[in-house]
C-alpha cells in the first residue's frame, strides 16, 4: 500500500537553483495537491489539480509552477529557489468524486534553501 | 473567500480529561465539508473526522466528534477521555463545492495540544 509518495524526502539548495518535487499516488484518485508547511504553523495550499489536465492555484502560488504529469503524478518546481521557500512540502490526494472523502497525504519533503 | 480559523495555538490538557479544539470557518459556499485532521511529532497526517454541511447530526468517531454549529459557523473537535497519544497538533480544513465537485482543501494553523499524565 504505497498510497502517495514523495521524492525525495530531503533536498538542500543554494539561492537561485532550480528543483522538482515529485508526487505519485496509485490509489486513482482524481485531485491532488501541493501544500507547504512552515515551522509552528498549519498547510497553506501552493497549487491543486481538480483532475487531470487541470490545475489552478491556492493559497500561495508565487514562486511555483506545477504539471499535471497524468492521473497518478503531480509535479511542483521551483524555478529560481529562494530562502524563503524553506519549508516542508505535502502532497495530497483524493477522490474528487465524493466531498466526504479526506486527503491522503504523502509523507512531505524537507526543503532547505541557503 | 474561504477561511478557516484556529484560535487556540496551545493548549495543555490532563489524561482523561475531554478537550474542545476550536475551528471557525467563513464561506459563501452552502455546500462544503469540514475535515480534522491529527499531525504527530512524526510528521505524517492523519484523518479523524469529517462533518457535511448538510449532515443534519454531529459526526462521531470512536473518541472523537463534532461540535457543529452551522449558523456560528463552527466546528468543534471533542477529544473524550484524553490519552497520552492524543499530544500532537491537530487542524481543521474545509473544502467547498458539490457532491461531485472537487475544489481546493484550505486548512487552519493548527493547535498544538499536550496531554498531561
Known amino acids: 500500500n504505497a498510497g502517495v509518495t514523495q521524492t525525495p524526502k530531503f533536498q538542500v539548495l543554494k539561492t537561485g537553483q532550480s528543483m522538482t518535487l515529485q508526487c505519485a499516488q496509485d490509489?486513482?484518485?482524481?485531485?491532488m495537491y501541493w501544500y507547504r508547511q512552515d515551522p509552528g504553523m498549519g498547510l497553506r495550499l501552493i497549487y491543486y489539480?481538480?483532475?487531470?489536465?487541470?490545475?489552478d492555484k491556492g493559497e500561495v502560488p508565487n514562486g511555483y509552477n506545477v504539471s499535471r504529469l497524468n492521473k497518478r503524478e503531480f509535479s511542483l518546481r521551483l524555478e529560481s529557489a529562494a530562502p524563503s521557500q524553506t519549508s516542508v512540502y505535502f502532497c495530497a490526494s483524493s477522490t474528487g468524486e465524493r466531498k466526504n472523502q479526506p486527503q491522503h497525504f504523502g509523507d512531505g519533503t524537507r526543503l532547505s534553501i541557503l | 473567500a474561504q477561511k478557516i480559523t484556529q484560535t487556540q495555538p496551545g493548549m495543555f490538557v490532563q489524561e482523561k480529561e475531554a478537550v474542545t479544539l476550536d475551528c471557525t470557518y467563513d464561506t459563501s459556499d452552502p455546500s462544503y465539508g469540514l475535515f480534522w485532521y491529527k499531525q504527530p511529532s512524526s510528521g505524517e497526517m492523519i484523518f479523524l473526522i469529517y462533518?457535511?454541511?448538510?449532515?443534519?447530526q454531529n459526526a462521531t468517531e470512536g473518541r472523537y466528534s463534532l461540535n457543529f454549529q452551522k449558523a456560528r459557523k463552527s466546528a468543534n473537535l471533542v477529544i473524550s477521555a484524553s490519552q497520552l497519544g492524543d499530544s500532537a497538533m491537530y487542524f481543521c480544513?474545509?473544502?467547498?463545492?458539490?457532491?461531485?465537485?472537487?475544489?481546493?482543501?484550505?486548512f487552519g494553523s493548527g493547535t498544538r495540544l499536550s496531554i498531561r499524565p
Open positions: 480544513a474545509m473544502r467547498e463545492g458539490g457532491y461531485s465537485s472537487a475544489s481546493k482543501i484550505i
Open positions: 490509489m486513482n484518485h482524481n485531485s
Open positions: 462533518q457535511g454541511s448538510y449532515d443534519q
Open positions: 489539480s481538480a483532475s487531470e489536465g487541470t490545475t
